[in-house]
């Protein structure tokens, strides 16, 4: 069991970080900004946060990977015998990422 400990935590710090700097941009950095910058510098402001949180995302996306996988086959030996709410964590990661890609990749570079 203490082999599983350590992906298990990798995972849920790595989620921590993309998830809890998701919910900070959001709902705390979001109305502060626009309470007090105005459009241009708001835009520069989201540019560099952008830059520099996307860069502990990809961190992130990999830990969660490697730590996914690692727990998936120390725990139920393969993808094929792991439980289906496994397999919908999976493809809800999949999603998550695929926005990810959409943001960083055609969004981010038209601000």
Known sequence: MLAFAL?????VLAALVWVGGMFFAWLVLRPATVAALEGPARLRLWVEVFQRFFRWVWLAVAVLAVS???MIHLRFAGFETAPRYVQVMIGG???MFALFMRVQGLLLPEL
């Open 7 to 11: 992906p298990y935590t990798l995972h």
């Open 68 to 70: 996914g996988v690692g």
């Open 93 to 95: 990661g999949i999603v």
